[in-house]
Structure formats: C-alpha cells, structure tokens
C-alpha cells in the first residue's frame, strides 16, 4: 500500500507537503470505511435492543448519546443514516471500501434510503395524488442509488446537497412552508446569543426587508492616506457600531433590535425597558447571570438594572423562599426557576438528554419526612422519577454533584468510560480486511464542471409509463 500512510513513528513536523497531504487522503479514507463500519454496527444493535438491557435508557440513540458522547441529535442523525444502509448495498459498499465521505453517504440518505427520504416521499404523493407532478413516476432504487453513487464520486457533497433541496422544493406546499415557521436560539461559548429562523418567502422577504430599511449603507470613499492617530481604537469604539469583526452585520444586528424595541427615528427621549429580564444572584458572591444564559460581567448586570424590569432570583438560604419545610409538598414556582437553573434546565440522571416535562423530585420522600427545601429537591424527567421511585434508586449530593446508586448501591455511572483508539489499528484492521486504501481513493474525480440539476431530476424522475393501446 505506498503512498497510503506515512509511518506513524515520523514526525509530522519532519514531513514533506506532499507526504502530509497524501497522509491526510490516506487516513481520510480509513476514517470512512471506519465510519461505515460503525454505522453498520449501530444499526445491528439497534435492531437486536441491545440498548435495552441498560438502566435508564430509554431509546438507542440516548445510549449512543451517553456510552459514545454524542448529543442526540447527532445520535439520532447516525441511527437514521445507520438504518438507511442497510436498504442502500451499493452505496455501503463504497463506503465501506474508504471511496465516500460520511457527508456524502448522509446526503444521499435524504433522497433515498429510509421513509422520510425526499423520493420515498415524492413517490407516496404520486400515489396519493397530491403530488404536483403529473405524469411523473420515481426511478427504481437501484436506478436512483446508482444515480446518486455516481454523483458522489465524480461530485462534491455540495452537489448533493443542491440536489437534496432541489427534490425537497419539488414536494413541499406552500401551506408546508407556513407550516414549519419557526425561532429557535441557542447560548454560545462565548456568552453570546445565536438565532436561528425558518420563515416563509414572503415573510422572511419582508423581515429583510426591514432590516435593510434599518441599516446604513455602505458608501465607497477614497482610501485614506494620512497617518493614523494614535487614538484610532477609542474613536472607533465612541462611534458606532463601534469595535466589530464586520461592520454591515454588526449594524443588521442593531437594526433587529431596533426592530424588537420598536426604536425609531422619531421614538421616546427617555427610553424605559418593558421586557422582564430574570437574573440569577448569588447573594454569597455577588455574581450575576441571566435566567437560561451565561454569566454577566458586573456592569452589564448594572446596566440591565437601569434599562429593564429585572427579577433578582437570589441563589442563598437566607432570605428568600426557597426553603418550605412540611409547610407544603409540592415545589413552589420559585423553587422551580432555581432548580431549573441550578440543575441546568435538564434531566439529573446520568446520561439522560430531556429538557422538558421534568419533576421536582424529593431527594429524601416526603412521606419519609423529607422537606421541601431545595437542598432536598432535584430534577429528573418524567422517565428516571418513575425508575427512581419505582426500583428504589438512592440519590445523594457528593462534592457537589449528583450521585445515583442503583438498589444494589453501586453508582450509576456519571459517564462512559472514555473513548480509546488509534489510527495505526485502524489501518492495520483495513489492511487484514483486504481494502486498499490510499490517498487516491477518498478523493472526488469532480472535474470542475457545473452540476445540472435538471437532467439528474430526469433520471431520479421519470416520465410516467402509458400501457399501449391493445
């Protein structure tokens, strides 16, 4: 196999340019056959339950998400694509032999291969006859499979994916699109918020629209020539947008926001917040983070307290209500807010994902005397509060953490065991496997020409069969 690997006991600093490049082919190409493999593995597994036999899991993809480290939705993207090998031979054996990446194999699962595919859903339509294709039939799987193999050989995973919306335009409604409107929003790394929306054309024309209204456009000016002053940074933090890694979506970002505040040209002198804005306080320290979201530095937390209605939720014993006793059984609101952000808004058990219809659950049971004080309460999702009561599960609080004893009193464990692995078994594996892989294999043959759309819609759909005339 030359060419293939460069020895592992080199130095990759010692290498030349060419041996690092035909190194990362050749490990780029196991690492799929590898990925194959897997895949393959999982969907075994899934079909045997062997998921089952485990405490607490309650799905396939929640044991790949605790035992494997993923999060589930990768989890559940791999089971979905792991399924679809199994009605998709010629593709697997491609995969398998190093000759396709995972992003191409997971792109051709979307048009075929599994239930939700875009021709598997296109060809149910024409039998219903709710498709807007007349006359139109869905290549056979082999044909289409064969299509897209060769696609995914001598085309990018960008192709694909062109293709992949071209087949989903061609089956959704335009009631579908209003039907699948929505926000989401996630807390980032670095503290900041990322939005994401799916809109329907005319809303998400008119919502840009807006923005644009909003945001200065840029003017060409002549290039400066004079020297910089030595006070460049602080002008340019007085003006704004100020300091920012892109001018025009700094201010696209302003313009939402005027959006949201309703800020016009014309607007109040005097500008008041109206949004409630919940921020966590930890009376012992005096640190401050937003309900749900990170931490806030000391003087955002003060200007917030200038420019909004905020809650202050503090997170001490002493003066608040987070500590009932037998006055009452069942966890009050505010109760409820501290845990959710003292346990994470999810799940205590180990290895569970949920976020949603979680219980305060009493740590020493109230029938038994427990309180309904914080220290005594712990969220858990509707699944592990019926194995925690029903199997008689331990809980306690050690070192700060969570700890679950199973009935036997052994932990369940916070984690898998870590993962371990190296590339020179991986390519001795191919090796005995017989598969020769090289820098050459995983490479696309993509010449540079133009995908046509089109014509690979007129081999995946075809015209419709007329029975001749008797």
Known sequence: MPGAVAPFPTSIDALSDHQVETALLGIAGHIAAAQCRFLQYLAEFDARKLWAACDGVTSCAHWVSWKIGMNIRTANEHLRIARALRKLPVVTAAFAAGELTYSKVRAISRVIGDDTSTLVRIAQQLADGTSNLPNTRV??????ERVLLAIARYGTAAHLERLIHATRQLITPPQNQAARRSLSWRWADDGTLELRARLTPEEGARLIAEIEARTPKRTPTAPDLAPQ???LVERAREQEPGLVADGIAARRAD???????????DGKVVERGHAEVIVHVDASTGTARLDGGPALAPATARRLACDAKVQLLLDDRAGNRMYLGRSHRLASD???RALTARDGERCQFPGCPH??????HHIIPWQAGGPTDIDNLIMICTYHHTVVHDH?????????RWEFRRPDGTPVPEAAEPLSGKAESLVEMHTRAGLHINHTTIKTKWQGDSLDIDYVLGLLLLPKRIPAAA
Request: charged share 20%; net charge neutral.
């Open 139 to 144: 290549a056979d799987p082999e044909a289409a």
């Open 229 to 231: 002053p030595a006070d």
């Open 255 to 265: 313009a939402l926001m005027a959006l949201v505040t309703g800020r016009t040209e």
């Open 334 to 336: 505010a109760q409820v």
């Open 355 to 360: 976020t949603r219809y979680l219980n305060a």
């Open 392 to 400: 008689g599960y331990r809980i306690h609080r050690v070192n700060g």
